[in-house]
């Protein structure tokens, strides 16, 4: 087990890294000051679309990709990306500007993946190419949709056409104005094998009957331009050629979805805690109180060296995720994928919160992305299944492993 990042990685690392200090951080302020105006919640920043260039042009584009997805992937092994996405994470907002963001990578790994050619050519092409952005609809309100198989969402077939009817939120990436699709999961077949009812299905967000009824804040942050909706499916028609993979298989593509997202998830939330154990650090050296400097106090020390093993230890195991997945497959790797889902969110959010402790005033306002990224933190405890749905598989796998009659 060898977690030394290849040569490819390291230069990828040291450019990705110049890149952002030369054409990112110049404009970080500018960039803030408009996130910040009510005015434009759901407009895109105006130099977005010229750092994408910048970045294309610099060959930091659709890193995320692994290998094995041919002609359409950087080439990068998830081992060799892991260090890529923890220096994106640490500026959450710049995923995008490399075309490495969520929910559009795993959505266009799905396409990739399952998509038929003519479902590449309409919406992979343009989104490896940055020029539209998607959405995923699959948690819904009137269930508990960390069981994907309560999902209620009826997907009918009629003619040539498949008729949705249901409603989802925490729908990502819906608000988005570049948002020109959305993957939607429901139910083709209630009554086959619970694990074989659900499907999922392309549906352009103007289609008819498709309607965004609100904009979700997560402990008050938008996240926008991309955001999160509540959206509702009164009789939407596709052409059933917009099936992906065929009926029956949502559960399936969602499985060979959430794995990598999962994962990506945690490399940027290394990234987030590691911005935070830099931000706390430097502040031990500007501030002091009754007569002694931050750094002097021990309890103060120990909150960083702390922070510090905690980093590291969720790192090493992304990595160790990372390699699983790149030497046996994603499904070989669902225990360690879990392990590190569970981890690195928890982490992160203890990380995140001491920094504000030592930053105090400075840290739960807008002059760090610290309240954010505890938000963003906390949110990932559900997001592509709760803390508990993880440990609950995780358990029984373990117990079947040592003997269990399961």
Known sequence: MNFEYSQKSKNLQHKLSTFIEEHIIPIEEEFIAFQSDANNMWKRFPKMEMLKQKAKDAGLWNLFLPKDYGNLSSGLT???????????????WISEIFNCS??????????????SEAQKNQWLTPLMNGEIRSAFLMTEPQ????????????????????????????????????????IVMGKTDVNAHRHQQQSMVLVPMNTPGLKIVRPLSVLGYFDSPEGHAEIILDNVRVPKENLILGEGRGFEIAQGRLGPG????????????????????????????FGKKFYEYSSIRHEIGKSQCEIEQARLLTLS?????????????????????IVAPNMAQKVVDRAMQILGGKGVGQDTYLPHYFAIARMLRLADGPDEVHMYQLGKSCIKKYGSNL
């Open 321 to 341: 995720a990372a390699d699983k997945m790149d030497k046996a497959g994603n499904k070989e790797a669902k225990d360690i994928i879990a392990m590190i889902k």
């Open 102 to 115: 969520a929910p559009d990578t795993g959505n266009m790994e799905v396409l990739a993946k399952y998509g």
């Open 143 to 182: 269930v508990a949709s960390s069981d994907a198989t309560n999902i209620e969402t009826s997907i009918v077939l009629e003619g040539d056409e498949y008729v949705i009817n249901g409603r989802k939120w925490w729908s990502s990436g819906a608000m988005d104005p570049h948002c020109k699709v959305a």
């Open 78 to 92: 998830n081992l060799e990306y892991a260090p890529l996405a923890e220096i994106m994470g640490k500026k959450i």
């Open 262 to 289: 999962r994962i990506h998830h945690c490399m940027r939330l290394v990234g987030m805690a590691q911005y935070a154990l830099e931000l706390m650090s430097q502040r031990t050296l500007e501030r002091e109180t």
